[in-house]
């Protein structure tokens, strides 16, 4: 995380799609700089989307069970943390300071695109990096926007936003999703980012704009942490288990998209239990790394190095599942033996890049605008 120095600018927290660093070496909660929590939370999700992108998913078994345990809430936790980087990037202007538009601009434009192309590999996975670019360009009028505001908006999309997916989407296949390429034109592309895609930005702007607010909140302080870890706790818990008496009482929601799936909380199902308990999910994990921060930054500065790197990272590991893995896995141990292949790989490479380099390979490019300025 960064703070506001003396200049006015703020420093950047470090996020591949939201800030970027500028050398400044992870720390734990005293003092300012950059927060080790926050890398470690990036790392986590991270690690959780190799292993839903990896595959095979929804295979029996407890293991089976314990290996689909990231699937929709590493993306949302993703998601929120580009929603913390956004609001401590932008934190000066609250302030009165100048809005770094240009650099959100060229950072939205640069994600969007190159997701568009990256989903035309050979991954067989779904590139969340376009929606970073549209939810971009979108938060733009917010970020000077009350919390409160905000904060309002955040809660409309968690209840709204999927009842207007619902009625855009009624009557398709629940497990037919479309995921838009370079190739595809401007109405689709917007149609897929919008409503068609595994992450539809009508329902998941919500864990964006929670992110935004508590980016505005101080991150530092131990209670807030404490508070983070039991409120995210009890949510993901609680949602979870009102889906489960509501279809106990209601069944389960067929295969095609209708009203009857506002009862689900399974991953991606768009719904707003599902979105609860996934965000709560990612507010425990998120202060679970802020309260545990010191120890990580000591004992794991490979998995810190590794969050400072997740752009680097998150488009590397779907390059090699297009070069090295695809087609498979067939088995979940072929899958788990990859992922951990993959993990390691990358925690070792990140650990040995930010040793002798201040900036990742492709967060350079995210800072072109700043560096030049």
Known sequence: MGSVPPSGHPVDDGHPHVGG?????????????????????????????????VGPRGEEGMVGTLY???LGRSSVLFM??????MSIMTRSSLAGGRLPWGTIVWRAVLLLVGGLALQMAGHEASVILPLYGVLFLVCLPLLKAPTWLVAGLGTAATVVGPLIWLSVRAGADAFRVKEPTLLDSPAVILDDILFSGS????????????GMVLGRLNLRDP?????????GAAAAVGAFVVSHLLILVFGEPGQTIGWDRLVSATAHSQMPLWLISSMGAAVFVLGLSLLTEDVLA?????LVAMGRLSLTVYVGH??????????????????????VLLIGVSIVFAWLWTRRFRTGPLETLLRLPSRRS
């Open 21 to 53: 660093s500028r050398g400044e070496q992870p720390r734990g909660g005293g003092g300012g700089g950059r927060m080790a929590g926050l890398d470690a939370a990036r790392a986590l999700a991270i690690i959780g989307m190799i292993m839903v992108n």
């Open 223 to 231: 209670a807030l942490r404490r508070r983070l870890v039991g409120g």
């Open 68 to 70: 689909d345990v990231p």
């Open 298 to 302: 000591r004992r794991l500065p490979a």
């Open 318 to 339: 779907l390059l090699a599942l297009a070069a090295f893995v695809r087609p498979g896995p067939d088995s979940l141990a072929a899958g788990v033996l990859v992922s």
């Open 80 to 85: 929120l943390l580009a929603g913390v980087g």
């Open 199 to 210: 992450y539809p930005a009508v329902v998941w702007a919500a864990p964006f704009l929670l």
